[in-house]
């Protein structure tokens, strides 16, 4: 019953490395996101994407880009690593049903990223 | 950009107890959402709420869509220990779905 995986559960870095956040999701979901999650601010939207190799950013976009080759397939991407993005990363996909109404929004279990 | 006020932050209740949080917006919403997450995962959508009015039950968790569309409650009937968690409200706007910052619900033995 998997719907929405991400490559690790916990990742430690060091300042200045580059960083790849994978999700996959398999219910043929237009729209992926990519969200951090930090105590007191809540879910932060850092990208989304609503179809292939098309991006928009979110709230808090700098220091993060974003990758959507395929349909099911959105990363994230940290160019150089910094103590500051220590945080939780939560991805996400959902799409519109039939009807027009908004349908489930599946989050992935999220990754949990020390930067050194 | 848009936000969701939601309260309280953090509620500490006595297990059996009821439970009452709500969200507010400056803007209109056409569509509320209540999710949990438990820790260390991912949030999961509890209730979805579609029309101004609506009331919607989902076992012991029941959810309203304000009269005005720029409001919405959950309640959580005779609490239980596994009701621990973060609860967030949300809203789709556009393309993207806005959250609140969540009240964190702590039970008490």
């Known amino acids: 019953d998997v719907k929405v995986t991400q490559s690790s559960r916990y990742l430690v870095k060091r300042t200045g490395e580059k960083v790849f956040l994978e999700c996959v999701q398999d219910m043929d979901h237009e729209n992926m996101f990519w969200y951090r999650q930090d105590p007191g601010l809540g879910l932060r939207l850092i990208y989304f994407s609503y179809d292939v190799k098309m991006k928009e950013k979110g709230d808090i976009p700098e220091g993060y880009s974003v990758s959507r080759e395929k349909k099911e397939r959105f990363s994230l991407i940290l160019e150089s690593a910094s103590t500051n993005q220590t945080s939780m990363y939560l991805c996400?996909?959902?799409?519109?049903?039939?009807?027009?109404?908004?349908?489930?929004?599946?989050f992935g279990p999220g990754t949990r990223l020390t930067v050194l | 950009g848009q936000q969701l006020n939601q309260s309280p932050q953090s509620m500490f209740i006595q297990e059996g107890e009821d439970v009452s949080m709500n969200c507010t917006s400056s803007s209109i919403f056409n569509t509320w959402l209540w999710y949990k997450q438990d820790p260390g995962e991912g949030p999961v959508l509890l209730i979805a709420l579609y029309k101004a009015g609506e009331l919607t039950s989902n076992g012991r968790l029941t959810a309203q869509f304000g009269i005005t569309r720029k409001d919405s409650f959950l309640n959580i009937s005779a609490s239980i220990p596994s009701d621990v968690g973060i609860y967030f409200c949300a809203g789709p706007r556009d393309d993207k779905i806005i959250f609140g910052k969540g009240t964190r619900l702590h039970i008490l033995p």
């Open positions: 996400a996909s959902y799409s519109f049903g039939t009807s027009g109404r908004h349908t489930e929004q599946f």
